[in-house]
């Protein structure tokens, strides 16, 4: 069994408000849940209107297929015009 995780810093230049912040998380979110079959959720910093960090899990038999899975989402973070991505760490346990 493998475990691979996954954390993504994100600036959010367009957003004033956390209001703001958590309609666009909240569309990114399920996007990539829909997307590639994954947990997700912002683990730091709920409180700052122009970044956030989400954590993305996914649990499976092949450790190249998490690796696979993580690096398309990060990747499709990536394109999305929404936010930028500032940093990533993936780790397969």
Known sequence: MTLGTLFIDLYLPDCRSLKEKRGLLKRLISRL??????????????????????GVAIVCNDRSFA?????????????????????????LL
């Open 33 to 54: 849940r829909r997307d590639f079959n994954v947990s997700v959720a912002e683990v730091d910093k709920q409180d700052l209107h122009q970044s956030a960090r989400l």
């Open 67 to 91: 690796n696979s899975v993580l690096s398309k989402v990060i990747e499709k973070v990536e394109r999305d015009p929404s936010c930028q991505l500032q940093d990533h760490v993936l780790e």
